[in-house]
């Protein structure tokens, strides 16, 4: 819209027009229940049935005005120069709608039976659901057929005392997706757990122990949801791209169009599924005091869906087939834990979250590679990869030492890559997996409330890390993408600089943080994904702090108020990060989009 | 008993509900009115259309005839093309130039859309042949004619393969099923035999529901003969030395496995191969589907189709009326209104197959819009080398005198010097040369004034809106507007291309309408005639062999009237004597004779590439220095411009690793039993 990034946020929040929403959501449900005593004691019967519909209308009203921009530069009598960037839009409307409609059936058959200690309770569920979409369905008849789901699931549970617990579950669903003998999935799953703290010699020894529960769970769930890609197991055959054939002599016609698989079917599409398997613990002490709970999980994601690529030519296809062929396994731990204490008259909670996983691509759709490292397989999803540099290049001699690079002309100051292969060429062979994952595999918080008589105050800090990523750009890299007036400061005074340039040959610092200043070298040797530009995404931030005051009640009562409280708050005060360019949350590799706003808040609120 | 009715009623409930349920995910219903299989082959049009894709692979990267841009295998030592060429003109960076292209230099990702394209046609002709049986809306014939149509192209696809990369993996009968695992899909390389057994087999199968010939509407649809001589061309290069135990290529051979190490070519000599090249030839030569096209005598011209000149007195020939004589028919013009678009395809008793008016981008059209001079708005970049030049004979069926003097070899004799004059036109001497062409080019055999634009030849461009811009005699002289510049538009040898032009032709307004559309020569009688007499030329033996319907046993062995029967022909429609009976008795003669036939009588039509490399003759051949006249020499500098030199901007060169066109790196990475073509790169090296 407009002159992207060349306009200002003013502009955009307030001179672009408005947009015009209505939506229209009904929702029906009927149930019934059945008390089944009659036949088994304890076996009731539920039915349900739902209708939803959903509408929803959209007009979009555009406008734009004049913009301007000021030149780097001023005319000879000192005034500002202005280049017109946009002329103005008046209001214009663009209208888009949409709509669904959900239909679902449930039928429930429950048993729940006690004897002594000994608790069952088993389940029976049948369910249908269908959802359909009703505009913007496009030409292919393909997307306007509902979404549909059939399923039988059952739930066997048996705990002894409250204290043993073994728990059976399944499903069995099938989804309209896949082809007829490939659209049900049978996904089991069992789990057992031990309360230690109802045991009696703890009930009896160690009463401050209120839980103490180990957990562990084995079990497999599936998805049918392709993203958006419907009926994977049903070809095409049409003329597009279908190359015919003239049989004439020139002057003379009988020509055909061509006809062919515009699409091929895969056939054997089905769920994707995933093995999940569970160890936990729940504790809770001190008269829930300190309570915790940690979870040590591993997942096994197969059959994952995805384009077969890199099918040989020979095959002959023209177009690209699909299959359930990726697998990866993420591990981790996940935990938290609150702390609450009573100190005299100050109340202090800590509460604290973690969670640290991991990853590794076990299979996916990729071709043969003669460097293992670099296949997909055996790295981590979204592993940021590139070249190893090894500092700048300190004269002719040293580039006349080392490998050849073959990303354009270089010269000292340039940036100088390691050859990983050994070959004596620098090139895309030598690129490898470098730091972690552009998604952090670790993330926690951790924060802290106390109050005393009317103050509170609440704290809340965020981190995330092992994670890295590439900085590129224009931001970064000088004078590239059309951009030759202001570069960022470090750029300059933290380069790589010639002594022919500054008669100081200290300046020629193979260790400078930024290569010799160079003109729209975009695609050449320096602007790469290398450890050169590769940064820890790692950070910790004071997300909130809130400080308030709460007036006494009877104080209030005299005035006829209800509550009176005031209050500061600040968010995003204060960021701990190795990366300083720019807010390191912010997922932009170039430094571009606007950062998250640091605010503080004061404010009063009252009740009557 | 209420308990009982209730436990009942619900009951029942719940198996409607489930009963009900069963058919819940069904989506037939919905998908019933698309496009299936089944459809697609029970409807006339449909199955045209199924067919037409099937075929239309055959164009752009895979055709026989077209411009370098698709075809840069059209140009060997005989032609070349200059453009293209980032030395002359940046903006053709990564183009593939003709010294790029002839010294090897391109890499294993260049050229390789035929690769794809073929593989392609042949999953589409596969689908095809599996499924024509169930239709229901054509007759049995029709059935049978499809079927063999696709079977054709099919076993085509393979040929075009086999012929520029060598063994390739044979598919199976009902295509690769992509359904399988990267590691079952991996094919190894059938041997080069296998290939051409496939081939040869599935030519018969089409052969024999293929009708024997077809009208105007179905010119570009193949035949029985098309598919006999595909099989004959098929045979006659799986005996040619690089395939059949030649020694030259011994240590290529030895280097180009499958993935177990099993030589893909012959590495023992069996000379078998050649009775059954022969055989097929013959199969072709049996139908009496064709002949070679001849234009009637004519001793009343115009200017654009002169009167017939009359080759010199031959006691043998002259006299007698074709097939035996020349005496009633015009030489130049029988082998000139082959290619240039006079003839149309369904009046030609010589083609034999076609791809029509399927032309790409790079068609015909296109390869004559480079060859006409720039007077007449042409690129002015295709021409000859002096190699080919020479290699057409005098009139009289000797050599041109000089010939071959620049490489040591020849007969010793000197180029002729002297240049027409006026008076020499006046007299009507040296026809069809005007005044001031070089006598290096008079008395030169028919289809040499077809074939060459030598210097001074006139390009009749009766297109031309303009009548002053007609009939020009164009001169490669430097300073000439035709001749060297310092551009990329000049002729490197300063001897163009006639062959494929129109007397109508030019393009003027860069106007590709002003050239006189062009079908294209895919396979040519004269080609399988050459064939049938180069293969019993190396039998020492004789062999029986059935013919393709097995209707009768040939006898096959050298016999000089049987390869007279081929050759003859040739050489009487060209105006020239026969060969004599000491070249036909002689196995070696006869060869060097049947070779150098090949090189004039097919120039440009992709044959001498491969030619060259079966032969085993590239090492010798392509290793030798191209050679023009001097084109930097002007006008006034004439008897200088015609003695040869060096074409400084043509090099040429030969290694073991051209035989085949490397296979792209992207492939052999999908499939681990892929094996590279010797000397060139894998993905892991």
């Known amino acids: ?608 | 008993m209420l308990k009982k009715i209730k436990a009942i009623s619900i009951f029942c409930l719940m198996v409607t509900l489930l009963f009900s349920c069963k058919k819940y995910l069904k989506t037939d219903e919905y998908f019933k009115d698309r496009m299936d299989l089944d459809k697609s082959f029970n409807n006339v049009e449909y199955i045209e259309e199924w067919l037409a894709n099937s075929y239309s692979y055959l164009t752009g990267a895979n055709a026989d005839v077209a411009s370098k841009g698709f075809e840069p295998f059209n140009f060997s030592d005989d032609i070349y093309y200059g453009d293209r060429d980032v030395n002359y003109d940046v903006t053709n960076a990564g183009a593939l130039s003709y010294n790029r292209f002839s010294l090897g230099n391109y890499h294993e990702d260049e050229k390789q859309g035929s690769w794809t394209q073929c593989y392609q046609g042949i999953r589409s002709a596969s689908i095809f042949i599996q499924n024509i049986d169930n239709s229901t809306v054509i007759s049995d014939e029709d059935k049978a004619d499809y079927k063999a149509q696709a079977r054709f192209v099919r076993a085509y696809y393979y040929w075009l393969l086999l012929r520029k990369y060598g063994p390739v993996p044979i598919m199976p009968e009902d295509g690769a099923d992509y359904t399988d695992s990267y590691d079952e899909l991996a094919l190894p390389r059938n041997t080069y035999e296998q290939c051409a057994e496939y081939i040869g087999k599935e030519m018969v199968l089409a052969a024999k529901d293929l009708p024997q010939s077809r009208g105007q509407l179905a010119i570009a649809r193949p035949t029985k003969g098309a598919a006999l001589a595909t099989r004959a061309k098929v045979f006659l290069y799986a005996a040619s030395p690089l395939m059949n135990g030649g020694k030259v290529s011994m240590d290529y051979k030895e280097k180009l496995v499958d993935d177990k190490g099993n030589p893909l070519l012959s590495i023992t000599y069996d000379e078998s191969k050649w009775a059954r090249a022969a055989a097929a030839a013959k199969d072709v030569m049996r139908l009496g589907a064709y002949s070679l096209y001849v234009a009637p005598f004519t001793n009343s011209g115009t200017v654009t189709h002169p009167a017939t000149i009359v080759p010199p007195y031959n006691a043998e020939f002259s006299d007698k009326p074709w097939p035996d004589g020349w005496s009633n028919i015009d030489p130049f013009q029988s082998y000139r209104a082959l290619f240039d678009g006079e003839l149309s395809a369904a009046e030609n008793p010589e083609l034999i197959f076609t791809r029509g008016q399927n032309q790409s981008s790079e068609g015909i059209n296109v390869m004559v819009v480079h060859q006409l001079p720039r007077i007449a708005s042409g690129w002015n970049t295709h021409g000859m080398t002096l190699k080919q030049c020479d290699a057409y004979y005098m009139n009289d069926g000797k050599d041109v005198p000089g010939k071959d003097a620049e490489y040591g070899k020849g007969n010793g004799s000197q180029r002729v010097q002297g240049f027409v004059t006026d008076e020499d036109v006046a007299e009507g001497k040296y026809k069809p040369l005007e005044a001031g062409v070089s006598l290096q080019f008079a008395n030169r055999e028919p289809r040499f004034y077809a074939s060459v634009g030598y210097n001074g030849s006139v390009w009749d461009l009766t297109n031309e809106t303009e009548v002053k811009n007609r009939e020009q005699q164009v001169f490669y002289y430097r300073g000439s507007g035709n001749g060297y510049t310092n551009t990329m538009f000049w002729l490197r040898t300063g001897i163009g291309i006639k062959k494929y032009v129109n007397p109508m032709d030019t393009y003027e307004n860069n106007n590709l309408a002003n050239v006189v559309p062009k079908y294209e020569p895919a396979i040519r009688y004269a080609d399988i005639l050459l064939a049938y007499a180069e293969s019993l030329n190396e039998l020492n033996g004789s062999y029986n062999i059935p013919s393709w319907d097995s209707s009768e046993v040939y006898t096959i062995a050298r016999s000089i009237p049987e390869m007279k029967s081929a050759v003859k022909p040739i050489r009487i429609r060209a105006g020239l004597p026969d060969f004599t009976d000491a070249v036909y008795s002689s196995n070696t003669a006869l060869r060097t004779a049947i070779k150098r036939e090949r090189q004039i009588e097919l120039m440009g039509e992709q044959e001498r590439y491969y030619d060259l490399r079966r032969w085993e003759d590239a090492t010798k051949e392509l290793t030798l220095p191209i050679y023009g006249y001097n084109v930097l020499m002007t006008a006034n500098q004439r008897d200088l411009f015609h003695q040869p030199v060096e074409a400084f901007a043509l090099q040429s060169t030969f290694a073991p690793k051209m035989y085949f066109w490397p296979i792209s790196i992207e492939e052999l990475r999908r499939d681990s039993r892929m094996t590279q073509n010797p000397g060139w790169l894998t993905y892991t090296n």
């Open chain 1, 1 to 608: 819209m407009g002159t992207g990034n060349q306009t200002n946020p003013w502009v955009a929040a307030t001179q672009t027009g408005y947009n015009e929403n209505w939506t229209n959501n009904i929702q029906t449900n009927v149930t019934l229940d059945q008390d089944l005593n009659f036949l088994v004691n304890g076996l009731t019967f539920e039915g349900s049935f739902g209708y939803d519909t959903y509408n929803s209308s959209n007009i979009e009203r555009h406008k734009w005005p004049e913009q301007w921009r000021a030149e780097r530069h001023r005319d000879q009598d000192g005034n500002l120069i202005f280049t017109n960037i946009s002329g103005p839009s008046v209001l214009t409307q663009a209208s888009s709608n949409d709509g669904s409609r959900r239909e679902f059936l449930i039928a429930m058959l429950n048993y729940n039976h006690s004897i002594k200690d000994h608790h069952i309770g088993i389940d029976l569920r049948y369910n249908q659901e269908s959802n359909t979409f009703t505009q913007n369905l496009g030409t292919d008849i393909k997307n306007g057929i509902a979404k549909k789901n059939q399923g039988l699931a059952g739930r066997a549970a048996y705990n002894w005392k409250n204290r043993y617990y073994a728990d059976f579950n399944f499903g069995y669903t099938g989804s309209e997706n896949f082809s007829p003998g490939h659209q049900f999935g049978f996904f089991p799953a069992v789990s057992g757990a031990w309360n230690i703290a109802e045991e009696n010699f703890i009930k009896e020894n160690m009463k401050w122990i209120n839980m103490f529960k180990i957990r562990y769970s084995y079990g497999k769930v599936g998805n049918d949801n392709l993203g958006g890609n419907r009926f994977p197991y049903l070809y095409t055959i049409d003329g597009n791209n279908k190359g015919g054939y003239q049989w004439a002599e020139f002057g003379n016609d009988k020509n055909y169009p061509g006809l062919g698989f515009s699409q091929v079917a895969s056939p054997y599409v089905t769920w994707e599924m995933a093995t999940k398997q569970d160890l936990g613990l729940d504790l809770s002490l001190w008269n829930n005091q300190f309570s915790m709970t940690v979870d040590a999980f591993k997942d096994e994601r197969t059959g994952i869906y995805m384009d077969r690529n890199f099918l040989p030519s020979y095959v002959g296809l023209t177009s690209i087939p699909s299959a359930n062929v990726g697998a990866v396994r993420s591990k981790g731990i996940d935990g938290n834990f609150t702390v609450q204490r009573q100190f005299n008259k100050v109340h202090v909670t800590v509460r604290g979250n973690i969670t640290l996983s991991k990853n590794e691509v076990l299979d996916r759709d990729e071709e043969q590679s003669v460097y293992p490292y670099q296949m997909q397989k055996g790295y981590r999803v979204n592993q940021t990869r590139g070249l190893i540099a090894l500092g700048l290049f300190k004269d002719y001699d040293d580039i006349r030492n080392s490998p050849t690079q073959t990303f354009g002309a270089y010269q000292p100051g340039d940036i100088k890559y390691k050859d990983v292969n050994g070959d004596g060429v620098i090139n895309n062979d030598d690129v490898v997996a470098v730091g972690s994952t552009s998604t952090p595999n670790l993330v926690y918080g951790f924060g802290a409330s106390v109050t005393w008589k009317g103050f509170d105050v609440n704290v809340l800090f965020q981190g995330a890390g092992s994670s890295s990523f590439f900085i590129y750009g224009k931001t970064v890299y000088a004078f590239t993408e059309g951009e030759w007036g202001n570069i960022l400061k470090g750029l300059l005074e933290n380069r790589w600089v010639s002594a022919d340039i500054s008669g100081d040959p200290a300046t020629e610092n193979p260790n400078a943080p930024y290569p010799r200043l160079s003109y729209s070298d975009r695609d050449g040797n320096n602007y790469r994904n290398s450890t050169f530009w590769l940064r820890n995404g790692r950070y910790l931030r004071l997300r909130n702090l809130d400080i308030g005051y709460t007036l006494p009640k009877e104080m209030l009562h005299k005035i006829h108020m209800n509550s009176v409280r005031i209050y500061c708050i600040g968010t995003n005060l204060f960021t701990w990060a190795p990366f300083k360019l720019w807010d390191p949350e912010t997922t932009d590799p170039r430094g571009e989009t606007y950062p998250l706003i640091k605010s503080v808040t004061l404010g009063l609120q009252i009740s009557l």
